[in-house]
């Protein structure tokens, strides 16, 4: 993910103006990671160390998920909808 997008997603998902780490942008930035490495992969099928960071990021989106459930049921319905999440 190059500067400019992570810019543009950081914008895009931020809740006040100086937000910058909420979970809300953390799940948006990580959704573009997973969706990026998951190319790479397809490309790649023998990375085996790209493929557990791959499993590692799903890991931490779906805590950060479970968290925003409990917070924000809502807002993070809104969010996975957007990002086009189950």
């Known amino acids: 993910m190059d500067k400019a ?6 914008e895009k998902y931020k809740i006040t103006e100086k937000d910058c780490g909420s979970a809300q ?7 573009g990671r997973i969706n990026h490495l998951a190319e790479h992969l ?7 160390h790209g493929r557990r960071g791959l499993l590692l ?22 969010l996975l909808k957007s990002l086009g999440l189950k």
């Open 5 to 10: 997008k992570k810019t543009e997603t950081v």
């Open 25 to 31: 942008v953390q799940v948006a930035l990580l959704t």
């Open 42 to 48: 397809k490309t790649h099928p023998s990375d085996q």
């Open 57 to 78: 990021m799903v890991g931490h989106r779906k805590r950060l998920i479970t968290y925003l459930t409990r917070k924000d049921k809502k807002g993070c319905v809104d």
